[in-house]
């Protein structure tokens, strides 16, 4: 949909910061699993994260 509008930089640029959010997202779960994070400080990173990737995704 959206993807298909954009041109081949912009679709970088996309790829690029989904990759590092999906990155950081995944080394929060992970700390869940292994114990060193609680599931609500977890939630609250998530929340963080995704709250900065949007703002992000605006701006590019």
């Known amino acids: ?3 298909t509008v954009l041109d081949d930089a912009q ?3 996309l ?3 989904l990759e590092s ?3 950081q997202m995944s ?3 992970n700390k869940v699993k292994d ?3 609680d599931r609500d400080a977890a939630k609250a990173e998530l929340e963080a ?3 900065a990737m949007h703002q992000k ?3 590019c």
């Open 1 to 3: 949909m959206l993807y």
């Open 11 to 13: 679709k970088e640029t």
């Open 15 to 17: 790829r690029t910061i």
């Open 21 to 23: 959010y999906r990155t």
């Open 27 to 29: 080394a929060v779960m």
């Open 35 to 37: 114990g060193t994070l």
């Open 49 to 51: 994260l995704e709250t």
């Open 57 to 59: 995704l605006m701006h």
